[in-house]
T-cell receptor, first 114, second 113 residues
Framework: DADVTQTPRNRITKTGKRIMLECSQTKGHDRMYWYRQDPGLGLRLIYY???????NKGEISDGYSVSRQAQAKFSLSLESAIPNQTALYFC?????????????FGPGTRLTVL | KNQVEQSPQSLIILEGKNCTLQ??????????LRWYKQDTGRGPVSLTI?????NTKSNGRYTATLDADTKQSSLHITASQLSDSASYIC????????????FGAGTTVTVRA
């Protein structure tokens, strides 16, 4: 779904490097989320934001930070990447109200930390 | 802790056959349950949603059922097609925090010709 885009789609980096993953949406949604997906586990929430001035930690925020630069943009940063942050990362959006909190996901970023 | 368990972890079926995926959850208080389809290299896409009062919902060849008393759901795929090969994820939300979703690990379905 081109309404939620993520860049880059794939990234290989080394331990200790700083890396930023970017998410943009054209759906006009207020709420944005960052998740990570690991094999054999369900998606886990890293951070979420309800508007430009609102940032909230999810269940696994340690080692990550985020920036909500505009309603349409939500970036995830790894200040000093480590190998166990190797995962598939998804950005998602949802409306503040309406169809029972359906979240719309981007295509994902596959991150490998060596 | 809210949990969502899915079974089987993976399955292989022949094109044209049916299959059923299972989801058990402990999320409380229950708000709704969604089944998402995740194609390889793509993000999850919602297939169905059911609230407490709904016990079945269809989307084409996909039929989801919900038993809120036993906290179980199933997703039935009828007359499978090669394009059904994907991971199917059960996602449950609690009434108090509708934006915090509990995700199952998914069932990987492979449809073979």
């Amino acid at each position: 779904d081109a309404d939620v885009t993520q860049t880059p789609r794939n990234r290989i980096t080394k331990t200790g490097k700083r890396i930023m993953l970017e998410c943009s949406q054209t759906k006009g949604h207020d709420r944005m989320y960052w998740y990570r997906q690991d094999p054999g586990l369900g998606l886990r929430l890293i951070y979420y934001s309800f508007d430009v001035k609102d940032i909230n930690k999810g269940e696994i925020s340690d080692g990550y930070s985020v920036s909500r630069q505009a309603q349409a943009k939500f970036s995830l940063s790894l200040e000093s990447a480590i190998p166990n942050q190797t995962a598939l990362y998804f950005c998602a959006t949802s409306q503040t109200s309406g169809r029972a909190n359906e979240q719309f996901f981007g295509p994902g970023t596959r991150l490998t930390v060596l | 802790k809210n949990q969502v368990e899915q079974s089987p972890q993976s399955l292989i079926i022949l094109e044209g056959k049916n299959c059923t995926l299972q989801c058990n959850y402990t999320v409380s208080p229950f708000s709704n349950l969604r089944w998402y389809k995740q194609d390889t290299g793509r993000g999850p896409v919602s297939l169905t949603i059911m609230t407490f009062s709904e016990n079945t919902k269809s989307n084409g060849r996909y039929t989801a059922t919900l038993d809120a008393d036993t906290k179980q759901s199933s997703l039935h795929i009828t007359a499978s097609q090669l394009s059904d090969s994907a991971s199917y994820i059960c996602v449950v939300s609690a009434y108090s925090n509708d934006y915090k979703l509990s995700f199952g690990a998914g069932t990987t379905v492979t449809v073979r010709a």
